[in-house]
């Protein structure tokens, strides 16, 4: 009988457990902002609230990050999370431990149905996509919120009651030191799939569960490959079931088979049944090691509402979709993105209140979305009934003749950034602003994160404005955080050189056009002929201040 290796496990780093100072007093000790959970979208926003500024209390039961037992999880980080990590200061650490890739092909059995590109519609410095182990990503980000120093992380701190308040959230706090009080002005639950905040507040996630199963293999072996997503609708190593195929840091690749339904998870993950299914894909002669084997099954989940008063859920707290296109992570990511900035500019007195219910009216559909996105590709790839497995086998046979097809081929709509609805303070929807590389007059290199990383401010780019109404945009908007920026010209503003790609990026073209960029690079407004009147109108209405029309 063969025997399988296994690597050695990841050595994960520890970080001690350190008192709170309310331990032992009777004061309960206000905070303004408290985040429960430091998994991705936790850490993201405590490390965008530090990054602007702006303290907080991090709580997390753990002392580590990641899984014990160092699964995956998580390892596609869409360009967007990417263009957000390089504005926090990270995405370089990333970019070198990581894999980078954009190309991606789809085939059913032996044959080859089509294949993609990602890179071709992108503008960004950053690439569609990095491949990096879930852990990582979290590590980096405690180290660089430690780096910058203005969040009270608590680790071996579990929530164990939560009270709403008229004017705040009280929480319950357990220790290996003891239990104490604290409340908070703001609470952000990001604790993951299985809230106990959710669940003590009695709030419905309307959940589902999926009895599609698949098996996941980290991997190390001896076969090149490209560092290009592989996927198989039904390959012939699996049983005619799909396969995934990545590479992650450290020469891992992570594999996913899909399993039958009715499957045992047990047996399935052993290492002999595991490693007879890489025995098919990769032929017998090549070498290869485990580094970690897990069955998983999938849900899906989505609140009604991502503010339920002084709290705010981000993440897999708030929603949770299947894994197809990786949309999960990366949503939480862009949930804490989307709301770092609100909370720091109505924390500083510089935006109204109500555009923190700016952050539900804009992410809850952005969520609504990724979940209808993956579940059609759970169809797909799980045909319910006889009629969808036809359809399926239709598709796929014509996707490898005909170009019309190939979008009918659905195995995960990789994650994008969302589009935003219109709403009070986007009243016409908003849309990123990829993070383009950018020349100053003189010829400095910057790019848009660059610009955004400095303070909490929107950005203003406005095609080559007359003197005079620039120096007079500059007196209308002089009390509001904004940072105005021509686009050639000389107007006496700080200006950078004119880019045709950069203009069409934009939706702007003639002079004296104008767009606001709000600090977290989604454009709030766009005006054909801005006039400093205009702009701080654009302004208001985006930050909703109380006398914005």
């Known amino acids: 009988m063969e025997t399988y290796a296994f690597a050695p496990a990841y050595e994960l780093p520890a970080w001690p ?38 303290p907080a209390v991090l709580l997390d039961e753990d002392d580590t990050v990641g899984v ?45 149905v089509y294949n993609f590109n990602l890179q071709a519609n992108s503008v960004s410095r950053q690439p569609p996509f990095i491949n990096l182990q879930q852990f990582y990503i979290e590590w980096f980000l405690v180290e660089r919120i430690l780096e910058l120093g203005l969040t009270d992380v608590r680790w071996k701190s579990r929530v164990t009651r939560v009270e709403q308040l008229n004017d705040g959230v009280r929480l319950e706090v357990q220790t290996p030191a003891g239990s ?54 039904d390959a012939p190593f699996n049983e005619g079931r799909g396969v995934w195929q990545h590479l ?72 949770v979709v299947s894994p197809f296109g990786a949309r999960g992570g990366n949503g939480g990511i862009q949930d804490a993105a989307n709301l770092g900035w609100k909370l720091a500019l109505v924390a500083q007195g510089r935006a109204g209140d109500a555009l923190l219910d700016s952050y539900d009216a804009e992410r809850q559909p952005a969520a609504k979305q990724n979940l209808e996105v ?46 935003y609805p ?28 660059q610009l955004l990383a400095d303070g909490t401010q929107c950005i203003g780019l406005w095609l080559a404005p007359a003197r005079a109404e620039a120096m007079a945009a500059m007196d209308a908007t002089a009390s509001l955080p904004l940072r105005l920026i021509a686009i050639g010209g000389d107007s006496g503003l700080p200006t950078l050189q004119p880019d045709d790609k950069l203009a069409s990026h934009l939706g702007i073209g003639e002079a004296g056009s104008f767009v606001l960029v709000r600090p977290d690079a989604y454009r709030a407004a766009v005006l054909a002929h801005a006039t400093p009147e205009r702009i701080a109108a654009a302004l208001r209405t985006a930050l909703a201040l109380e006398d914005a029309p």
């Open 180 to 233: 104490y009080t604290l409340e908070a002005d703001r609470l952000i639950d990001a604790t993951g799939a299985n809230s106990p905040i959710r669940t003590q507040l009695g709030i419905d996630a309307h959940a589902s569960r999926s009895t599609d199963r698949w098996c996941i293999s980290d991997v190390r072996f001896k076969k090149p490959l490209p560092t290009e997503r592989w996927t198989w609708v």
């Open 422 to 449: 219109p709403t009070p303070q986007l009243p016409e929807g908003g849309r990123t602003v990829q993070n383009l590389p950018l020349r100053w007059k003189d010829g400095r290199e910057t790019t848009l994160m």
């Open 17 to 54: 457990f350190t008192p709170p100072p309310e331990l032992g007093s009777e004061t309960i000790v206000r905070h303004p902002i408290v985040i429960v959970g430091a998994g991705p979208s936790g850490l993201t926003l405590a490390c965008d609230l530090a990054q602007r500024g702006v």
């Open 248 to 319: 992650m840091a450290d020469g891992v690749w992570r594999i996913d088979y899909q399993m039958p339904e009715d499957c045992d998870t047990a047996y399935i993950s052993r290492p002999e049944v595991a490693g007879a299914r890489l025995r098919e894909q990769l032929g017998p002669g090549v070498e290869f090691e485990f580094v970690w084997i897990g069955p998983y099954g999938y849900r899906d989940h989505l609140l009604d509402s991502f503010r339920h008063g002084r709290v705010f859920f981000i993440g897999d707290a708030a929603h």
């Open 374 to 419: 993956t579940s059609r590709s759970a169809r797909f790839l799980a045909p319910r009934s006889p009629a969808e497995h036809t359809l399926r086998r239709a598709v796929v046979a014509l996707a490898a003749r005909y170009a019309f097809a190939r979008a009918l081929v659905n195995t995960g709509r990789m994650s994008v950034a969302n589009d």
């Open 68 to 112: 014990r037992g160092a699964s995956s999880r998580g390892i596609c980080y869409s360009q967007k999370s990417l263009e957000i990590f390089e504005r926090l200061g990270i995405c370089e650490r990333i970019a070198a431990k990581g894999i980078t890739w954009s190309f991606g092909r789809t085939f059913s059995g032996e044959q080859e």
